[in-house]
């Protein structure tokens, strides 16, 4: 079984700064996906970010970046120029490439963002 | 763009009633999922449809069915519900599973279930 591991419970950082967030996984195989999910308060699950473990190039959505690390498992979540609105829960998911299909979650990051 | 449809967005039921909650994919995706998500827990994957056959089976217990119909709208059927089934639920819909760049599952808003 995958184990998705979010060692961080709770961050804060200032609007406009920079912040972090660290997820590690554990599997035996070698093509699968990588998300990042945003629960708000709202509790809505909003896709942030994928990555596709055969690409060697990071994601990049907007203010939203990946550093995808392979060989360590590791699949941290960069939020540049924070806003108000980035406070959320933030959950990291695996997903088997060929089949199993189903997001294994990570017990998830909450982030708060400060004036 | 249209999203994934879920109802109700809230329910209450008494311990050993049953609930259905319904989901409604978005237009031509054709693989539904189910999860689950306690208080202060992340999401568990409790069973998915491709094409109307169930695909993949996660924690459902035996209380719970589902099913897909023909018009790919899923239905979730809880019986003898438990104090410990209040949790929301959410539905996330993806094209077919394994085809590049389309198989990004997008979730609904949620049903609240809360068991009394």
């Known amino acids: 079984a995958q184990t998705v591991t979010q060692s961080q419970p709770e961050m804060s950082v200032q609007e406009a700064e920079t912040v972090t967030l660290s997820c590690t996984y554990d599997t035996s195989e070698n093509n699968y996906y990588l998300f990042w999910y945003k629960q708000p308060p709202s509790r809505q699950m909003i896709l942030v970010i994928r990555q596709e473990a055969y690409k060697q190039q990071n994601a990049t959505e907007n203010r939203f970046s990946v550093n995808f690390q392979k060989a360590a498992k590791s699949f941290s979540l960069k939020i540049s120029d924070s806003q108000l609105g980035d406070t959320a829960m933030y959950f990291c998911a695996f997903r088997r490439m060929y089949s199993g299909y189903a997001l294994n979650f990570g017990k998830g990051t909450s982030l708060l963002v400060t004036p | 763009a249209a999203g994934v449809i879920q109802s109700p967005r809230h329910l209450i039921k008494e311990k050993r009633e049953t609930a259905t909650l319904k989901c409604y994919p978005i237009?031509?995706?054709?693989?539904v999922y189910w999860y689950q998500q306690g208080p202060g827990q992340d999401p568990q994957f409790l069973i998915s449809f491709y094409e109307k056959m169930q695909s993949d089976k996660g924690s459902i217990p035996d209380r719970f069915s589902a099913q897909q119909f023909s018009d790919y709208h899923s239905e979730l059927n809880m019986s003898s519900l438990e104090l410990g089934d209040s949790a929301l639920y959410f539905c996330a819909s993806s094209c077919r599973p394994g085809l590049v760049f389309r198989d990004t599952q997008y979730f609904g808003p949620g049903t609240r279930l809360t068991v009394l």
């Open positions: 237009p031509r995706h054709d693989t």
